[in-house]
């Protein structure tokens, strides 16, 4: 009982010392400008992608509106993920979520290395209809988040604008911090999969409601014609 209570109240001083490290340095006007840009930047690239979404795709020609709508997503969306890069580094000084925030430094990294390997892909995940909403909840957690962490950090100038919490209300916060930040990372490996395997093609069938007729098969059926194989090998052994 008393190395819990030890445990605790270690983890109480640490994320306590945490927090008055932050008000000892007082407002940090460029980290403040940090998540005024990353909410602008949010904003953009859900834009972005309603006017993307919006166009008319006739057959297989674009219109000169359709093309300059692609390019915008594109931008916004880059621009997106390197404002949140911006947030995460904010994040990792904050103790106590230095693993989920390491994680989802690498997870972005991932994403950003896939969009510029595979720009086409990007777009083919925006255009499917079974798939798009992924971007818009990434985005709407990253919202979230930075919006939780914003409550933790003495960023304005006016001390009477920040936030005062007591300490449960803080430990609270982090809880809400830890577990957008694991669901984040779910998310934004999903989006790796997703732009890794998407092709456009695979977009137009979708938008189109064609291609349907493949089928794959199912791994019970594959299993029983591995041993059907495997049986009729066997009996041909001579011993």
């Known amino acids: 009982m008393n190395s819990i209570r030890r445990a605790a109240i270690s983890v109480i001083l640490g994320f306590s010392l945490s927090i008055s490290l932050f008000a000892q ?3 940090d006007g460029v980290r403040a400008g940090m998540f005024a840009t990353y909410a ?13 979404l919006a166009g008319n795709l006739t057959g297989h020609k674009y219109l000169k509106e359709e093309v300059a709508a692609t390019t915008n997503f594109q931008r916004q969306f880059n621009d997106y993920l390197n404002s949140f890069d911006d947030i995460l580094t904010v994040a990792a000084d904050i103790y106590g979520i230095y693993m989920e925030v390491d994680e989802a430094m690498k ?3 991932v ?18 209809q079974s798939k798009n909403n992924i971007y818009t909840d990434i985005i709407e957690n990253g919202l979230k988040l930075a919006a939780d962490i914003e409550q933790i950090l003495p960023l304005k100038k006016d001390q009477d604008k920040n936030a005062k919490m007591t300490q449960y209300e803080r430990l609270k916060v982090m809880d809400n911090i830890r577990l957008n930040l694991r669901t984040l ?3 934004l490996r999903t989006l790796s999969r997703l732009i890794h ?4 093609m695979d977009s137009w069938y979708d938008l189109k409601g064609t291609g349907k007729e493949y089928q794959p098969r199912k791994m019970g059926s594959i299993t029983k014609d591995c041993l059907k194989t495997w049986m009729k090998h066997a009996k041909g052994v001579k011993y």
């Open 25 to 27: 340095n007082g407002p």
């Open 40 to 52: 602008k930047q949010a904003k953009k690239a859900l834009k972005a992608q309603d006017v993307l």
């Open 107 to 109: 997870n972005v990294k």
């Open 111 to 128: 994403v950003k290395g896939i969009v510029v390997r595979q720009p086409a892909n990007v777009l083919a995940v925006a255009f499917s």
């Open 185 to 187: 990372n779910r998310k």
């Open 197 to 200: 395997y998407t092709t456009i």
